[in-house]
């Protein structure tokens, strides 16, 4: 069975911290793999990862797919309370349409 | 692009009543997908379509679940009798598919209390 994991399950820093979020996967086909922050309201998109050791950045988030480990990392370095969320990764397969294995998700609470 | 238009933002109902939450997709997006999400489960896709086809409906708990969509600018998902192990709040998502990666964009999600 499919199967995706994140950790930590729950995070609290504080402010100007670096975090590293983790993803790992168990599945077969894989084709890509995808960060999504959801505050209060809808996930939205962050990066999508497709090939090993390429890191993808943006601003003070930055991310990087390992497939011989079947993970990825996503990092957040300089924290601010804005970060705090729920940072989802997702799963895309190739034999699956365009249908995405969530995982259950890191709750990030960045305090002042 | 407005981004995907779900509605209504919450709904409050009681235990056997019909519900009916209604999407409408990025246009030119031609993939819809219905997500679920409770603090138990996370986030769980419950059906998608593809150019206005049910592809997948394997996720959608029971027969009381059902779900449709019409045209290429509106779906809807229906509960009829609700529970109160449907609360959740249902989320509704587009993609443009391969073109994009299969990139998906959520809408704001509908928040379901069944009392």
């Known amino acids: 069975e499919d199967k995706v994991v994140q950790s930590p399950l729950s995070l609290v820093v504080h402010e100007g911290d670096t975090v590293t979020l983790n993803c790992s996967y168990e599945?077969?086909?894989?084709?890509?793999l995808l960060w999504y922050k959801q505050e209060k309201k809808a996930p939205t998109f962050l990066f999508m990862l497709?090939?090993?050791?390429i890191e993808k950045k943006s601003g003070r988030l930055s991310s990087i797919l390992d497939k011989k480990e079947l993970s990825s990392i996503l990092n957040i370095t300089a924290t601010q309370t804005g970060d705090s969320a729920i940072y989802l990764c997702?799963?895309?397969?190739?034999?699956?349409?365009?249908?995405?294995?969530f995982g259950t998700g890191t709750s990030l609470t960045v305090i002042p | 692009d407005a981004g995907v238009i779900q509605s209504p933002r919450h709904e409050v109902t009681e235990m056997g009543q019909e519900v009916t939450l209604r999407c409408k997709p990025i246009s030119g997006h031609n993939s819809l997908f219905w997500y679920r999400q409770t603090m138990m489960r996370g986030l769980e896709l419950l059906i998608y379509?593809?150019?206005?086809?049910?592809?997948?409906d394997s996720g959608m708990p029971e027969d009381r679940f059902s779900a449709k969509m019409p045209n290429a600018s509106f779906s809807t998902l229906k509960i009829q009798p609700s529970e109160p192990r449907d609360s959740a709040v249902y989320f509704c998502?587009?993609?443009?598919?391969?073109?994009?990666?299969?990139?998906?964009?959520f809408g704001a999600g509908t928040r379901l209390s069944v009392l």
């Open positions: 497709t090939s090993s050791g």
């Open positions: 997702a799963v895309d397969l190739t034999n699956t349409g365009n249908q995405f294995y």
């Open positions: 599945v077969t086909n894989f084709r890509s």
């Open positions: 998502a587009s993609s443009l598919g391969p073109a994009e990666g299969n990139i998906q964009y």
């Open positions: 379509f593809n150019n206005n086809v049910p592809i997948d």
